[in-house]
């Protein structure tokens, strides 16, 4: 994937993800930080359950990319104390 692919990617599944845990959107810049980080720690989460990562700009990657994204924000909140859920 380019680079223009992941920050397409990144703002979609961290708009989404930030969405279902906080409300509210963290921002543009931080969604595409937020949605590339959870791209990296869904696809890791899914090659361990066997499944495929992201493979590309699809509705595929997009759901391995938000549930990434939920997890990342899940554990800053459990981190960091704050309570959102």
Do not use: C, E, P
């Amino acid at each position: 994937m380019g680079i223009i692919s992941w920050i397409i990617l990144g703002l979609i599944a961290g708009f989404i993800g930030s969405k279902i845990v906080n409300k509210t959107g963290q921002g543009m810049i931080m969604d595409i930080v937020l949605g590339i980080v959870g791209a990296i720690v869904g696809g890791l989460i899914f090659s361990a359950f066997g499944s495929a990562g992201v493979t590309g700009l699809n509705i595929w990657s997009l759901i391995v990319a938000v549930v990434g994204s939920i997890v990342v924000l899940w554990a800053y909140h459990q981190i960091s104390g704050k309570r959102t859920l």
